[in-house]
């Protein structure tokens, strides 16, 4: 009997040393917080926000001068990796109010898996309208126009500054993203591209 526990013990540590070989090689570690860390723009940044969707997480990870989004991806329960990161740029028509991204990479469904993120110091934005419409006033704010005009329409609740979405489009619809900051009556106070 002893032989045989021996021979377990023995197996289940080759596999294990196995999983962490393999996990460290392909980015996945044992804490979601060392993945945050050990990823791109990792040195003295926190995460700020962060909202899950299904079994992966999109967190807004703080630093001095940038601010970023990261995906945080779950394998088999217990191995963790940032598999994308994206940073949050400052929009050219109001560059002290808003901050915007969003990156898209082809799945295995030939459809995109799309982020997007959004940062304001604004207090009154309290949602965020993204959508891919075709006018060239971003600020148009019936909100009807623009959804009778979009392929992608997505209202967002603005929390403690950020709004992230994590979803699947279609690779048509991947164009030209408008982010338009309201309040709660609906009114518009900041919009870009």
Not at 63 to 84: A, H, N
Not at 93 to 107: C, F, G, K, M, V
Not at 136 to 165: Q, W
Request: aromatic share 12%.
């Amino acid at each position: 009997m002893k032989p045989k526990r021996s021979r377990i013990l023995i197996y289940s540590v080759c596999v294990f040393l196995l999983l962490v070989y393999f996990g460290n090689r392909s980015g996945y570690v044992f804490s979601e917080s060392k993945a945050l860390k050990e990823a791109y723009a990792r040195a003295d940044g926190e995460a700020v926000y962060q909202q899950a969707f299904g079994k992966d997480k999109l967190v807004i990870w703080k630093m001095d001068d940038l601010d970023y989004v990261k995906l945080v991806t779950k394998k088999w329960g217990f191995l963790y990796r940032v598999s994308e990161t994206s940073s949050l740029a400052p929009s050219a028509n109001e560059p002290n109010t808003i901050q915007r991204t969003w990156s898209a990479q082809l799945n295995a469904n030939k459809m995109y898996d799309i982020i997007f993120a959004f940062s304001t110091v604004n207090p009154e934005i309290k949602r965020v309208i993204i959508s891919n419409d075709n006018f060239s006033n971003v600020e148009v704010d019936n909100l009807e126009f623009i959804k009778s005009d979009s392929t992608v329409y997505i209202e967002l609740p603005v929390r403690n500054g950020y709004a992230v979405s994590y979803q699947e489009i279609n690779p048509k619809d991947n164009r030209g993203f408008v982010f338009r900051g309201m309040d709660n009556n609906g009114h518009l106070i900041a919009a870009t591209r």
